[in-house]
């Protein structure tokens, strides 16, 4: 019924429009058809038939080739005068606000209503928004100094979010205003990650950068002549270097991770092989903390789709924390497993410790970058603080998933579950 109506209103519009648009041609038929009644006496049936048609010809669409700009354009409005505003409001996914000179909310959209609790037609826009950077937006384009301007505002309630919100003038003596918000706090909360992720990495370099430094200078100048004391500093400055080195090639694997965009599908990963050369590559660091790393495995093809370099990666840095954090436990146990709950059908690899584990509160945060539960263990057993979050980030891009279960005393197990299709 509503739809109805609109359709109506839209049709008796478009009508409007073009007897507005022809009014002269009109005025001047109208003016020949009276001076032809008055000079040569024709019928007045005739006069109102002739009439009649002025006023059909003047509402049938314009057609021909030699069309103004003018009509042309008339033309192509005439579709989007049967487009009522709301509709059109409704249709922008952004929060828009209609208002009219007195900055009083004329119509708003779903998004609006859905961003500013509490707003509706007949309400003072000044009064909603107090912020001086919007009451100057509406004085603004109120006060027809500009057609448009833009500002930065933000919403503190229910939740804190950005906009960048842009007023507008309808024009065409509608005297009404368009407000847009456009949500950035995404975009916000992106460039704040960056911001700190610069930050944390600045300050991991810096500090072994620091140190070699100060043992730079104790060489040049104190220590010049102590040979004992040389030893001792340049192994110091060795061992510090190697940290930087390790931070940059952590740097560069995760920078590699994001640069690459999917996954090149159709080459397929024996995970029992994978696993295999993992195990061999860790022996040396399992044998120098005395940690005897045990395997159970399922039987038959433990195969799943996925880049076999970047899943090495992955099980290398979760046997690599078991062998350095879980040392204390002496061992660690690797299993792999095929999981066929349902549609989630895949393979779990599991590589448990009997270490001191993960205190509860800590685990929702350890695959963030250069979250550590203890700075200081993590730098002592040359951890860089990366290394769980590129595991989470190669298998985000593998569809897997990474689980994580301890208990203080008990140890720590980390489940990688790998979809098979
Ligand atoms: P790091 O380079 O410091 O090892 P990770 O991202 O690999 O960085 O790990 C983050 C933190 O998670 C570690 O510093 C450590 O505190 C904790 N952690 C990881 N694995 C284990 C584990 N098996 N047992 C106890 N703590 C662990």
Same mark, same amino acid.
């Given at each position: 019924m509503a739809d109805l109506d609109a359709e109506q209103r839209g049709i008796a519009q478009t009508i409007a429009t073009r007897l507005w648009n022809s009014r002269w041609l009109l005025a001047a038929g109208v003016v020949a058809v009276v001076v032809v009644y008055a000079l &040569?006496?024709?019928?007045a049936y005739v006069v109102l038939a002739a009439l009649l048609l002025l006023l059909a010809a003047a509402t049938l669409p314009a057609v021909g080739t030699g069309q103004s700009a003018e009509s042309g354009a008339a033309i192509e409005a005439i579709g989007l005068q049967r487009l009522s505003g709301e509709y059109l409001a409704a249709a922008v996914a952004d929060p828009l606000i209609i208002f009219d000179r007195t900055a009083t909310i004329v119509h708003a959209n779903a998004a609006a209503f859905a961003a500013f609790g *509490?707003? &509706?037609?007949?309400?003072s826009l000044s009064l909603k928004f107090r912020a001086p950077e919007m009451q100057a937006l509406l004085d603004g384009v109120l006060s027809g100094d500009l057609a448009s301007d833009v500002v930065d505002y933000t919403e503190k309630l229910p939740v804190e979010r950005a906009y960048r919100v842009s007023a507008s003038s309808v024009g065409h003596a509608t005297d009404l205003y368009v407000l847009v918000f456009k949500d950035q706090s995404e975009a916000r909360r992106i460039d704040r990650m960056r911001a700190d992720f610069i930050a944390n990495a600045s300050h991991e370099l810096r500090t072994p950068l620091a140190s070699i430094a100060g043992f730079i200078e104790t060489l040049r100048g104190? &220590? !010049?002549?102590d040979p004992a004391a040389r030893d001792q500093f340049l192994q110091i400055m060795q061992s510090q270097t190697g940290r930087m080195a390790r931070l940059i090639d952590d740097l560069l694997s995760l920078s590699r991770l994001e640069m690459k965009p999917y996954l090149k599908p159709g080459t397929e990963v024996d995970l029992r092989e994978t696993v295999d050369s993992v195990i061999d590559s860790l022996g040396p660091l399992a044998r120098e903390n005395s940690v005897a790393i045990e395997r159970d495995y399922a039987d038959g093809p433990l195969d799943v789709p996925g880049d076999r370099d970047e899943l090495f990666q992955v099980f290398e840095n979760l046997l690599e924390n078991a062998c350095k954090?879980?040392?204390? *436990? *002496?061992r660690v146990v690797v299993s792999i497993a095929r999981s066929d709950a349902g549609s989630e059908s895949g393979i779990d690899v599991t590589i448990r410790d009997f270490g001191p584990g993960i205190p509860e509160e800590h685990i929702p945060r350890i %695959?963030? !970058?250069?979250? !550590?539960?203890d700075v200081e263990t993590s730098r002592t057993q040359k951890? %860089?603080?990366l290394g769980l979050s590129i595991v989470k980030h190669i298998l985000t891009r593998h569809n897997a998933r990474l689980s994580i279960k301890s208990e203080v005393g008990q140890g720590a197990a980390f489940s990688v579950h790998l979809p098979t299709h």
């Open positions: &040569a006496g024709i019928s *509490g707003i &509706a037609p007949g309400m104190p &220590a !010049r002549n954090y879980g040392q204390s *436990g *002496g %695959t963030e !970058r250069f979250y !550590r539960v951890g %860089t603080g």
